[in-house]
């Protein structure tokens, strides 16, 4: 699951410097609904319950136009990555 997670963060990275500055600026519920199908797809292929979860919730802000919720919610992106880096390093620093 390290393995998994850790090429999960590096494509995370990829589409925080990508598709995600774009997004938190314009706040676009279509395009925030799309980012947040394409999280929980990547969060159930690398079995990331977190990224699931963020993603699950995401789309319900932009399904209710929530925009305030929305907008903190993909504010909170950056640190969903660092704790899934975090987690990643844990695992590898453990004994096997």
Wanted: proline share 4%; with cysteine.
């Amino acid at each position: 699951q390290a393995g998994q997670w850790q090429n999960l963060a590096l494509e995370l990275r990829r589409r925080e410097a990508a598709e995600w500055p774009a997004l938190r600026d314009s706040l676009a519920v279509n395009e925030t609904r799309a980012f947040a199908h394409n999280l929980f797809t990547l969060g159930q292929a690398a079995q990331c319950a977190p990224l699931t979860t963020y993603a699950a919730t995401l789309t319900t802000f932009a399904d209710a136009y929530a925009i305030g919720q929305m907008e903190r919610h993909l504010a909170a992106f950056p640190n969903l990555i660092e704790s899934i880096e975090t987690a990643v390093a844990q695992t590898q620093l453990q004994p096997v």
